[in-house]
């Protein structure tokens, strides 16, 4: 399952920035002499799928720097920026009014309208994206708990210990003359100098 959310979350997110990007409406406009084409990308008709896939990668990647509690409220991060993303594109893919505003812009008339208006399907290559952001959160709520976290290694000293190993082991004595027990004594964080 860790496998799968990963790359759902990842692929996820690509492809809502990816059609951030991209075209999601074209449409026509006269400005007295001749007609001109206008368009509207993504970013244009809803600057929230790109900043939703922004935060669903970095909960995706935050999933495994916490652990309990803060993973189920990072996965719950990650699954709602991908439903957010899903509305986005659902509910602004079909709004003409940035096309209205860039016919407005294309004429200089202010009250300037797009004729001839279609949609293309970057909105649902973005609304593609959402669902597998959503997916990945859903995966990482359920099976979250299961999967490994970063260790604790290199913790503050006096933190809890993420292990139950780590917290009946006492350390073991250095002895300055022993090269390895300085070494031991570095990787367990202990200064040997002390």
Known sequence: MLAVALGSG?????????????????GETADGVSSLHVHATGSQMTALPGALALV???????VFAVRRAGRYLVSGLL???GLGVVLAALLRGSDHGPLDSAAAAATGLTHATALHTSTTGWPYVSLAGGLLLLAAG????????????????????GAKPATRRARTAAPAPVDPDRPEDLWKALDRGEDPTD
């Open 79 to 81: 699954a709602l920026s």
């Open 138 to 157: 859903l995966l990482a709520l359920r099976h979250g708990s299961r999967w490994p976290a970063m260790s604790g290694r290199y913790d503050r000293p």
């Open 10 to 26: 990842a692929v996820g997110a690509g492809l809502v920035l990816l059609a951030a990007g991209k075209t999601w409406a074209r």
């Open 56 to 62: 669903g990668l970095a909960s995706l990647v935050a």
